[in-house]
C-alpha cells in the first residue's frame, strides 16, 4: 500500500498547462509595463507588481487547492495497491484505514496505455490524451513496485501503437 504525494499530481498538471498559465499571468504585466512607458506614469508599474507579488500569488494558490480537490485527483491521493497481471493492472484505491478497506477498484488494461513514462522515482500511465474537450486521465506508481521487464514492455506497446 502506498500514497502518492500531491505535488507529482500538480507536476503533472503543470507541465499540460504550465505555458498557458504563464502566458495568462504574463500578459496583463506586460501590458500595464507598456502603458506605463508610453504614458509616463510610474503608477502603472506599481499595478503590475501589485499584480506579480499579491494577485497571481493568490490566484496561484487557489488553482493549487482545486485542482487537489477535484474528484479524480483527490481519489488518486488515497492509499492505493496495485495488482499488476499479464495483460493490466488492478488499482485499489482505499479508504483511510489500516485494513485498506477497497474505495474504488479500477481496471487498467495496459492496451489502453496511451503514453507510459518513468521519471524519477515515479511511473506514469496515460491512458487518456488531454485535449480542449477532454483533461487526459493518468496514473503514477512508485517505479519499485513494477515487476521486472513491464517498463520495456509497456514502451513497446505504446510504440507499436503509435
Known amino acids: 500500500m502506498f500514497t502518492v504525494p500531491p ?16 502566458a495568462m499571468a504574463a500578459l496583463p504585466v506586460l501590458g500595464l ?18 499584480l506579480v507579488f499579491i494577485v497571481w500569488p493568490g ?8 485542482l487537489m480537490a477535484s474528484s479524480d485527483v483527490a481519489l488518486r491521493l488515497r492509499p492505493q495497491r496495485w495488482n499488476f497481471n499479464s495483460d493490466g ?4 484505491f482505499c479508504h483511510y484505514d489500516e485494513d485498506c478497506t477497497p474505495a474504488e477498484v479500477v481496471d ?10 518513468i521519471k524519477g ?22 517505479a519499485s513496485l513494477m515487476p521486472d521487464g513491464l517498463a520495456q514492455r509497456l514502451t513497446d506497446l505504446v510504440y507499436d501503437q503509435q
Open 89 to 92: 493492472v488492478e488499482i485499489v
Open 59 to 66: 490566484l496561484a494558490a487557489f488553482a493549487w487547492l482545486s
Open 7 to 22: 505535488a507529482r499530481y500538480a507536476a503533472v498538471e503543470m507541465r499540460r498547462r504550465g505555458l498557458a498559465a504563464i
Open 33 to 50: 509595463a507598456i502603458v506605463a512607458l508610453v504614458l509616463d506614469d510610474w503608477r502603472f508599474f506599481l499595478v503590475a507588481l501589485m
Open 108 to 117: 487498467l488494461p495496459f492496451a489502453s496505455v496511451k503514453n507510459f513514462e
Open 121 to 142: 522515482d515515479y511511473a506514469y500511465f496515460y491512458t487518456g490524451v488531454p485535449t480542449f474537450g477532454a483533461k487526459g486521465e493518468y496514473y503514477i506508481v512508485p
